[in-house]
């Protein structure tokens, strides 16, 4: 490929889309080819010292996508990029604009995110819900590719938004943690942990989640194993609201809450199993940390992602979708399971950080 690309995301923050962006761009400037990282703001960027030096970071200075027309023109016009891989379809509907108005001539590779028509049924913001996912279906077919992580994500886009499934290619996130790092008396224990079996969660605290659903899902569990506990990872806009749920069904002592962490490893390695309770999903990363550290998931059958990770019976348990009985089941059944971690681990082979650069790589050197 070119030896320069340029990268645009929103942001450095706590997400896994994040974390990917900081991976991949790490991975190509190890291999010697040059990465600007253009970023929107760098508000809260927890993961911003993940980036290697060889990185050229770029901050625009704006909240939005849609105030950063402005500064992206005038890297456009200054750098004259070949190829930009965007990490965010508005960012990506923005660009495909900006070419057409300054007439430059540069490919656009937008990495999908979400299973957007799902995103769109819950979406609470009526600027995102109707403004953003118009231009989206109006303008997104303008991209010269687009890199789905799952097959069903691509499925949703050519059915949906409308895309040509030749113009997209199916590429699984990378594992972005460090599985080594993690001594193997575990000596590094999570504070909520003690001796009883500790169920795990790590994600956002939104709507996307379905941690409402989980917590009633764990209170059906406990009622049968009291040894249990739910450690909830995570930050966001339903914290109140969830620990609310919680006192209700008086789980103050079961469920514990704990904010944005480094040590993730060390909370993978310390679960007796790790939960996915998503609505929708594009390819769920913590699904495949999980693995790669050892530890079974079960995972409601949401679009999109589980399904091409979860082996049953192997790797962890798939529950029917929304389905609160279901995903208690496969709880229980999970914790009574002897699993073989050399197996969950070999599952997560797939996933390996060097395959899937030298896929991106190869993905956009074919453009």
């Not at 499925?155 to 460090?178: C, E, F, Q, W, Y």
Request: glycine letters at 4%.
């Amino acid at each position: 490929m070119d030896r320069k690309i340029s990268f645009l995301i929103s942001s450095l923050q706590g997400g896994g889309a994040e974390r990917v962006c900081i991976a991949l761009a790490n991975g190509f400037a190890e291999r010697d080819i040059e990465v600007d990282l253009l970023v929107l703001n760098l508000n809260d960027a927890k993961y911003q010292h993940k980036l290697c030096e060889k990185v050229n970071l770029i901050n625009l200075n704006r909240s939005h996508a849609r105030t950063s027309f402005s500064p992206l023109t005038r890297y456009l016009r200054t750098n004259r990029p070949q190829k930009i891989l965007v990490f965010n379809h508005q960012l990506a509907v923005v660009l495909i604009v900006l070419r057409k108005m300054l007439a430059l001539k540069f490919k656009i590779i937008s990495r999908n995110i979400n299973t957007l028509s799902y995103q769109n049924k819950i979406e609470q913001s009526l600027w995102h819900k109707y403004i953003v996912y118009f231009f989206t279906k109006t303008f997104y077919h303008h991209v010269d590719h687009i890199i789905a992580q799952s097959r069903g994500m691509a499925n949703d886009l050519a059915s949906n938004v409308g895309l040509d499934r030749k113009r997209i290619s199916v590429i699984n996130n990378p594992i972005t943690i460090k599985t080594d790092c993690v001594s193997e008396d575990k000596a590094i224990l999570p504070k909520t942990r003690d001796d009883r079996q500790q169920i795990l969660f790590i994600g956002s605290l939104t709507p996307q989640k379905g941690v409402c659903l989980l917590i009633d899902a764990f209170k059906l569990c406990v009622e049968s194993n009291p040894r249990l506990t739910l450690c909830v990872v995570g930050q966001g806009p339903l914290e109140k609201q969830l620990k609310a749920q919680v006192k209700r069904l008086e789980m103050q002592e079961k469920i514990f809450f704990e904010s944005f962490v480094s040590n993730v490893e060390a909370y993978y390695s310390n679960a007796y199993v790790t939960v996915l309770s998503s609505i929708y999903e594009g390819f769920p990363n913590v699904l495949i940390e999980s693995l790669a550290m050892g530890t079974p998931v079960v995972a409601f059958d949401c679009p999109s992602g589980p399904e091409e990770i979860i082996i049953d019976g192997i790797n962890g348990y798939l529950a029917k979708y929304l389905d609160v009985e279901d995903l208690s089941t496969k709880l229980s059944e999970a914790l009574n399971r002897n699993w073989d971690s050399k197996k969950i681990k070999t599952s997560a082979e797939r996933f390996d950080s060097d395959y899937i650069i030298t896929e991106y790589i190869k993905e956009i050197d074919r453009l």
